[in-house]
Each structure stands twice: as structure tokens, then as C-alpha cells.
């Protein structure tokens, strides 16, 4: 089993900056691609941003320039670094994490964080 630990959320004042972390714990599993999603109120889940095992990251059009994911894969960790925010960046925000076990494929969810931006 894989267990994900999020955090770093908050409230936060338009143009201000967050930083969320997501740790992932367990044994026997390699990550391959991790994710972050967000969810607004009364909208479905959707991607903000991804990266490889590579480093190779794509991101939502609305936060190109704004937000930078990377990973630490010494400790298995994925960062959502949030710049210039927006009340429209207000969503609960989820890691997501595809790893390889002796089993195969498997997608992990973290808890999710809160992010609300104040205008």
C-alpha cells in the first residue's frame, strides 16, 4: 500500500503564494508520473499540472507562468509551487501518483489541501 501525506494549503490574498507538498510512503514501488488536481466548488476534478519520472511537465492553460510542479524523488515527494494566485485558483487541490509495483500499475490519491484565495 501506498500512503500520500498533502500539505501547505490555505488562505491566501490575490497575487500571494502557496506551496504545496505531497509525500508518498510505503514499500516495494517505484513512481512513475506524478499529478496535481484541483476541484472547486460545484466543478469536477480537473489537472492542473503533471510530471514524469523524466521531469517533462505540462500544465493547465490557466496557470502556465503561475505554478512550477517538481519532484524530489529521493523522498518521493511532489511540489506545486503557486505564484500570483487568483480567487479563481480557490479549489480543494489533490496529488495523484502512478507507481509500479510487483503487482503492476496503480494510482494512489492524496487527502487533499485547501486553497482559498482571498480577492
Known amino acids: 500500500q501506498v500512503h500520500l501525506v498533502e500539505s501547505g494549503g490555505g488562505l491566501v490574498q490575490a497575487g500571494g503564494s502557496l506551496r504545496l507538498s505531497c509525500a508518498a510512503s510505503?514499500?516495494?514501488?517505484?513512481?512513475?508520473?506524478m499529478y496535481w488536481y484541483c476541484q472547486a466548488p460545484g466543478k469536477q476534478r480537473e489537472l492542473v499540472a503533471s510530471?514524469?519520472?523524466?521531469?517533462?511537465?505540462n500544465y493547465k492553460d490557466s496557470v502556465k507562468g503561475r505554478f512550477t510542479i517538481s519532484r524530489d524523488n529521493a523522498k518521493n515527494t511532489v511540489y506545486l509551487q503557486m505564484r500570483s494566485l487568483k480567487p479563481e485558483d480557490t479549489a480543494v487541490y489533490y496529488c495523484n501518483i502512478k507507481v509500479f509495483r510487483s503487482s503492476g500499475y496503480s494510482d494512489y490519491w492524496g487527502q487533499g489541501t485547501q486553497v482559498t484565495v482571498s480577492s
Open positions: 510505503g514499500y516495494g514501488f517505484s513512481i512513475i508520473n
Open positions: 510530471i514524469t519520472s523524466g521531469g517533462i511537465t
